[in-house]
């Protein structure tokens, strides 16, 4: 019989991901420890919130509190987007639909090939800010912030990951994101950035 004092594991907690995005739920999930259980918001038949807001901080904090009233778990948002410096910092917020509500990846890809067809200034930056809230009326949210520095590419490349990926462009790679492996994308990206913070502050909060 073992002497040694054994800690308990620690049941997964299960979050409610504030999102209908498939791909993100998976990056999300292959990167969070197994002491959490996430469910994806539309597999639980919550319907996502109006995005009124100007920065990816509001729209995370929007989406957190409505799938938190819903579903009555904690909430885990992942807003985030590409800006480009030729377009002002454009798409943004908008990202998702920067050619329309229900705007298709391609879609989206082909308005800003188009918009920077005679554009010398390639450079662009995917910004993530994933939320954490334990309740709806959670007025200290925990809050990670990633950035991935890049160019867009002058024509699509690669087959992996999702969005604007297969334009966005890693000078000192040679690649663009939808040319990286899983792990590598995850390695490297605004979210994988911002998940391992979260899940840093999260873990200092838990053993104060």
Not at 5 to 30: G, T, V
Not at 197 to 207: D, F, S, T
């Amino acid at each position: 019989m073992s002497t040694r004092s054994e800690q308990p594991k620690r049941e997964a907690e299960k979050f409610i991901l504030a999102s209908d995005n498939r791909h993100k739920y998976d990056e999300i999930a292959a990167l969070l420890s197994t002491d959490f259980n996430l469910v994806l918001q539309s597999d639980s038949g919550i319907q996502s919130p109006p995005e009124t807001g100007k920065t990816f901080t509001e729209n995370a904090l929007i989406k957190a509190r409505h799938a938190c009233r819903e579903s009555g778990l904690p909430a885990i948002a992942d807003d985030s987007g590409l800006c480009v410096d030729a377009l002002g910092q454009a798409p943004g917020v908008f990202s998702a639909r920067f050619a329309g509500e229900g705007a298709t990846d391609a879609a989206n890809n082909d308005k800003l090939m188009r918009q920077l067809e005679k554009v010398s200034n390639r450079k662009a930056a995917f910004h993530c800010v994933l939320l954490l809230l334990n309740s709806p009326d959670d007025v200290a949210p925990i809050i990670a912030r990633g950035v991935w520095h890049g160019e867009i590419a002058t024509h699509a490349r690669g087959v992996n990951g999702f969005g604007y990926d297969p334009l966005f462009f890693i000078p000192h790679l040679g690649k663009t994101a939808a040319e990286l492996t899983p792990n590598e994308k995850n390695t490297l990206s605004h979210r994988g950035t911002a998940l391992r913070l979260l899940q840093e502050k999260l873990n200092v909060r838990r053993a104060s």
